[in-house]
């Protein structure tokens, strides 16, 4: 009598194909972990208090932070060939919190709140675009890494993180040119139509270079570096007057770049996003 094939033990496929890395996913949680940092600090912000965009901006800072983790996660991830889909799963979670939920619920509690008296429903309604879009952008991402089509050079849409990077920068941008003011004035509308643009953009299929060519082994000319270190020392000494300004000036170049690539020459795409010709020539889908 042929018996029935015995089911797989946990031990012999579940745990067997799970690779949980260290650092990386470490990265993954601090993202996560500024990410809840800064709803928290959203949420204990007092309107009625004179500390209110003082706990908005330190929300700001941990939505900023939490882009620097995400920045690095990957990356020590692909220099240690230690990639796997728990990472992946993981950091799109992480993703989902910090540059998802924390930047609409941000944009909600110093914006929307109080831009429609008497329909609040519209507020939320509005910065819940923002997430979903985010969430389909995500859940986007992982089904085409998980059919092939993804971890490439390019990202299909604008990413998550920058959209949230260019909303908080903007944000603080904003704070500082009324700190002297208890509201952010006009400039207010501006953040809901950034906010609803980064929605649309998200799910777009405008294509972004991913920059995961750039690492600890990447090349670099002897010009473009003295001129890399030259603009870092810039930053550091007039961090006070300028960062305000930088940080959404190279958010918006981003966004912008994506509109531009593709009617711009090969040559001057490589030398941008510092491509070597054989990798130029793979297309692939993020």
């Not at 949230?164 to 207010?188: D, M, P, Q, Y």
Request: a negative charge; hydrophobic letters at 50%.
């Amino acid at each position: 009598m042929d018996l029935p094939p015995a089911s797989p033990q946990p031990n012999d496929s579940t745990d067997a194909k799970l690779k949980i890395y260290f650092l990386p996913n470490l990265l993954t949680a601090g993202n996560l972990f500024c990410g809840f940092v800064a709803l928290t600090k959203i949420v204990e912000a007092d309107v009625d208090k004179n500390n209110f965009y003082q706990q908005i901006t330190l929300a700001l800072g941990f939505i900023l932070l939490a882009c620097i983790f995400d920045l690095f996660d990957g990356r020590v991830a692909r220099m240690g060939g230690v990639e796997s889909p728990f990472g992946r799963e993981f950091d799109s979670l992480a993703d989902l919190i910090s540059f998802g939920a924390a930047p609409a619920f941000l944009v909600h509690r110093v914006v929307l709140g109080e831009a429609f008296p008497g329909h609040a429903d519209w507020g939320w309604f509005i910065a819940s675009i923002y997430l979903i879009c985010g969430a389909f952008r995500l859940a986007r991402f992982n089904c085409l890494a998980a059919m092939g089509g993804g971890g490439g050079k390019d990202f299909l849409g604008f990413p998550i993180p920058s959209a949230a990077g260019l909303v908080s920068s903007l944000t603080l941008l904003i704070i500082h040119l009324n700190e002297h003011e208890r509201s952010l004035g006009r400039w207010k509308w501006l953040l809901v139509a950034v906010l609803l643009f980064l929605s649309a953009m998200m799910v777009s299929t405008v294509r972004y270079p991913s920059f995961k060519s750039l690492g600890l082994r990447s090349t670099s000319t002897f010009t473009k570096a003295i001129i890399a270190a030259l603009f870092l020392g810039f930053i550091m000494v007039l961090r006070e007057n300028i960062l305000y300004y930088v940080l959404p000036a190279l958010f918006t170049l981003y966004l912008v770049y994506g509109f531009i690539r593709p009617r711009i020459s090969g040559r001057i795409r490589r030398e941008i996003e510092e491509e070597d010709d054989e990798e130029a020539e793979k297309v692939s889908v993020d």
